[in-house]
């Protein structure tokens, strides 16, 4: 049976650690790995928007030798005559060693995996969960803090429909001591399964609503985009797409090593000004991007030792 990544929690804290040790080894060393998947394939299925994840799946892909092939809409794949999720899957096991995979729908990318027999990546399945950016976030934050416990995360912005935000609580759910702080207005809240997870594992959050309130508390802030193409209707995203606007005033009220992570893409939550500041690293957080799926590629397709 092929080992797929569904959700960040089917692997363990120790093959994270193995995975992050490898990537940071591929950082410093990537001709080493230029080679190790000669002559392998990633097929990349994206039925949903994306610049960056797909392009760095293809990137790391590309940059350990192998090659890639794939759609990157919907509608220019067989979906748009109306095949079925694991019909496409079956067929993509034949022309590719490894699949990576963007659907609209929650649970999309679980059906894929069923039906396969090559190793499936969910590349995020509707506000569902979003495994490959977690991996990215968390490399980042342990490269660049050092350390994947201990500190405050104000998590901004979208909690409801953002599925990076699902995965990342759930991974940082397994470190120790993690408080969360979620900034939202009251309609974009973390969903009610994620606050109940955390009650049952005795783990700490405060929901807030005012960004500045916090600001001084935190050591990450995680912005996130409104997710507009998950509402049900235009007013409401209207109303509430500018709610949080991350400035160089409220900047100045956070601790000089905070770090800003966004997922990107970045709308207008995070002010550009932002960007010159050493503490705006999610720029740097998507070259990691790339990294830390070079080194998942290696270890799904058994090829990490
Ligand atoms: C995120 C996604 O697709 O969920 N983008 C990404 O993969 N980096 C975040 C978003 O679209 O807001």
Excluded: W
């Excluded at 993690?178 to 009251?186: D, E, G, L, R, T």
Aim: charged content about 25%; some cysteine; aromatic content about 8%.
């Amino acid at each position: 049976m092929p080992r797929h990544l569904m959700n960040p929690l089917d692997f363990s804290v120790e093959e994270l650690d193995r995975l992050f040790s490898l990537a940071a080894n591929i950082e410093k060393e990537p001709e080493r790995y230029a080679h190790i998947c000669d002559g392998k394939k990633l097929a990349t299925c994206f039925y949903e928007p994306s610049t960056r994840t797909r392009l760095s799946f293809e990137a790391a892909m590309l940059n350990l030798g192998g090659n890639v092939l794939g759609f990157s809409d919907a509608g220019s794949s067989s979906a748009a005559k109306g095949e079925s999720v694991s019909d496409t899957i079956r067929v993509i096991s034949c022309y590719a060693d490894i699949c990576a995979i963007r659907h609209p729908k929650e649970g999309a990318a679980y059906v894929a995996a069923s039906k396969s027999s090559i190793p499936v990546i969910n590349a995020g399945d509707g506000g569902h969960q979003h495994p490959t950016q977690t991996l990215t976030d968390l490399l980042t934050i342990k490269s660049l803090k050092g350390d994947l416990n201990n500190f405050t995360i104000g998590m901004c912005g979208d909690l409801k429909f953002g599925r990076t935000v699902h995965s990342l609580i759930n991974a940082l759910s397994r470190y120790s001591g993690i408080k969360f702080i979620f900034i939202s207005p009251v309609e974009l809240k973390v969903p009610d399964y994620i606050t109940e997870m955390l009650k049952d594992k005795g783990i700490t959050y405060e929901e807030v609503e005012k960004l500045e309130d916090v600001m001084p508390d935190l050591d990450i802030l995680y912005m996130t985009r409104v997710q507009r193409e998950r509402f049900f209707n235009e007013e409401d995203y209207v109303r509430l797409k500018n709610f949080y606007i991350l400035t160089k005033e409220k900047m100045e009220l956070a601790k000089p090593d905070m770090l800003v992570l966004h997922p990107l893409p970045r709308v207008n939550e995070i002010s550009v000004e932002v960007d010159d500041d050493p503490r705006a690293v999610y720029f740097k957080q998507a070259q990691y991007g790339v990294y830390v799926r070079m080194a998942l590629i290696m270890t799904l397709l058994g090829l990490a030792d």
